[in-house]
């Protein structure tokens, strides 16, 4: 439903973006256009998980670039592993947030095609993966705070990722990142897939903005394993109890970032916003803790992340 | 508790769904040489290896360790055979880590596979732990199974393999991990990746307080598991063979659109690759670990 609604508001804002380059502006069909634009919006207020993949994945969606610019100050850009290769699929480096200096990353995903190449569509192979752990384990060494944003369709699944130990990287980053002594807050933006989102997101605390997705897969990918049928992906998003709500009722998840009615794309600044002042309350959360009690935390958090579905006889 | 002799190995109940074929392939053979456990006339059945083609008594292949006489294919093993090819007699006892069954996303017909699958293979779950001597060193040993729904990673199976590392932490033993899976337990969803997470830092955990971690990797090792606990070994070792990868086969061939090349992410290829430090025929294996954990003993036994 979502999807179509979408489409006709991308037809509506064209339509009035020709009104508004006429001269003699039609103002009555304009009001009719701005009229049905707001209905439409309100339609998304209850909407399908299927409708939560489609927004999660929407091409307008804020990226990690996005996010860095509104919302921290002096940026400085790490590239590489430092072991022979830049994966610019993972993004990444120093900033200051609110004067103080923290690591921030996490999976790029480009506005067009070209872009999408350079970043392959946000899929890491393992040097994405040793990138930001190098990354994470320098913020470690200078004590800053390390701030991830998820959005990826998964690690990459490439001879050459095989060849260089794809499954190695990824373990390496989850056992790491569970002993790190500094605060680490992880932030689903939009797509949360597979072992290749978890790789970045052992994290104090974790957040998802309200029409993100997390999941142990592609909905797609899990249609076609378990049904043999990928067809079958709306049925998957609704069995997979992958949005933010089943998330947090999982106890998966420690909070729901609000987005705007309709998605995230159609008001990046409400969604910086707000996103600002999640992160701000987090790390000061996490700001008294001691190194030992950060990792304490972060270990204990994931030892018991099944507790409620758990049952130990 | 006694662990039954791998019972009949009904065709497809146990197979996990979307597998990649080579792991399929298998596992048929592996339910051919398990499969006569319960005739009468089953010292006269013959077996062809899938490696070298040529065709042995069953019987005869069994007693060589499920291994091929001719080519050394290594036949999948099931979990109680392995345990007892390696520990000293008498010496294995289970870990008490019993977890009820839970359906987080209420997936239909998940209870009834499970309980039928501990019914066939005699295991709670996929995986399998205790504590046993090998070659008189006492050893934390947790052996996964692909039998049980090809081995895949749930929340059963992510808390076994957590508790056996922390209970090798407590007593400050050296833990081996045979790793046996096709990855995530699908019918578990997150919880089921969360387990990944779960347990790889009860072995980073377990690896800052020092103790050695041994991981064994058998075919298949693949997905959420290559991805967690199994490639986090201080001595990673791999039976011939083996499918070792993170991506399945399948996957990768549709992504790039061409062929694998012949052994691709198979033990010899990891070993070139740098993540594999010795490919351990299985008639060696004890003989290796017990070598490896005299290494690691300060003084005596
Ligand atoms: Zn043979």
């Given amino acids: 439903m979502v999807k179509e609604i979408d489409e006709r508001i991308i037809e509506i804002d064209k339509e009035i973006e020709d009104i508004l380059s006429q001269e003699c502006k039609d103002e009555a069909k304009m009001y009719v256009l701005k009229r049905e634009r707001h209905d439409l919006i309100k339609m998304c207020k209850n909407i399908e998980p299927h409708d939560k993949v489609y927004l999660a994945r929407h091409k307008k969606r804020p990226k990690i670039t996005e996010y860095i610019e509104a919302i921290f100050e002096d940026f400085f850009e790490q590239k590489g592993d430092a072991l022979g290769k830049e994966d610019g699929s993972i993004f990444g480096g120093i900033a200051l947030y609110k004067g103080l200096p923290v690591t921030v990353l996490g999976h790029r995903k480009g506005n067009d095609l070209n872009e999408n190449l350079k970043c392959n569509f946000g ?175 972060r270990y204990k958090k994931f030892r018991t992340i099944d507790q409620n579905y758990l049952n130990i006889i | 508790m006694k662990l039954s002799v791998s019972k009949l190995f009904s065709k497809n109940s146990t197979l996990e769904k979307g597998a990649n074929d080579s792991v399929v392939t298998v596992q048929k053979q592996e339910e051919k040489i398990n499969s006569k456990e319960k005739g009468e006339n089953s010292s006269d059945e013959m077996l062809e290896c899938p490696k070298c083609k040529q065709t042995f008594k069953k019987i005869d292949v069994k007693e060589n360790m499920n291994v091929c006489m001719a080519c050394g294919y290594h036949y999948v093993v099931s979990a109680d055979r392995r345990i007892r090819l390696l520990v000293d007699q008498g010496s294995f006892r289970p870990l008490k880590c019993k977890v009820a069954f839970s359906n987080p996303l209420s997936y239909p017909d998940y209870e009834q596979k499970i309980k039928s699958l501990q019914e066939k293979t005699g295991l709670e779950e996929a995986v399998y732990t205790g504590v046993g001597k090998i070659d008189g060193y006492d050893t934390v040993i947790a052996v996964m199974s692909s039998k049980f729904l090809m081995g895949s990673m749930g929340m059963a199976v992510g808390e076994k393999v957590t508790n056996a590392f922390e209970y090798a932490d407590k007593k400050k033993l050296p833990i081996i991990v045979f790793a046996a899976s096709g990855g995530a337990r699908m019918q578990e969803g997150i919880m089921s990746l969360m387990q990944m997470a779960k347990t790889s830092a009860a072995v980073e955990k377990f690896n800052r307080n020092g103790g050695l971690y041994i991981a064994v990797l058998t075919h298949p090792t693949t997905g959420g598991v290559t991805a967690s606990f199994a490639t986090l070994g201080d001595i990673t070792l791999a039976e011939p063979g083996a499918l070792i990868g993170f991506a399945g086969p399948r996957v990768i061939e549709q992504t790039i659109g061409q062929k694998l090349p012949e052994g691709f992410q198979r033990s010899e290829f990891q070993q070139e690759h740098g993540f594999v430090d010795q490919i351990v025929p299985r008639d060696k294996m004890r003989d290796t670990l017990a070598h490896i954990l005299r290494l690691h003993c300060k003084r005596g036994k």
């Fill in chain 1, 123 to 297: 899929m890491p192979g393992p040097e994405g993966y040793r990138k930001a752990l190098r990354l994470m384990r320098q913020a470690e060494k200078f004590g800053r705070p390390i701030i991830t944003f998820i959005d990826t369709p998964g690690a990459y699944p490439g001879l050459e990722a095989e060849n260089n130990g794809q499954g190695s990287a990824i373990a390496v980053n989850l056992a790491k990142m569970s002993a790190l002594r500094v605060p680490i807050i992880a932030i689903v933006t939009g797509e949360g897939s597979s072992g290749g989102a978890l790789a970045i997101g052992v994290a104090n605390s974790v957040l998802m903005l309200e029409n993100s997705v997390y999941s142990i897969l592609s909905p797609e990918g899990y249609a076609s394993i378990l049904w043999k049928d990928s067809t079958r992906s709306n049925e998957a998003c609704s069995m997979m109890r992958l949005t933010a709500q089943d998330l947090k009722e999982f106890n998966v998840i420690d909070g729901i970032i609000p987005e705007p009615i309709g998605g995230a794309h159609l008001n990046h600044k409400a969604v910086f916003k707000m996103v600002d002042r999640y992160l701000g309350r987090e790390l000061e959360k996490y700001s008294k803790m001691s190194p030992d009690d950060l990792s304490r935390h």
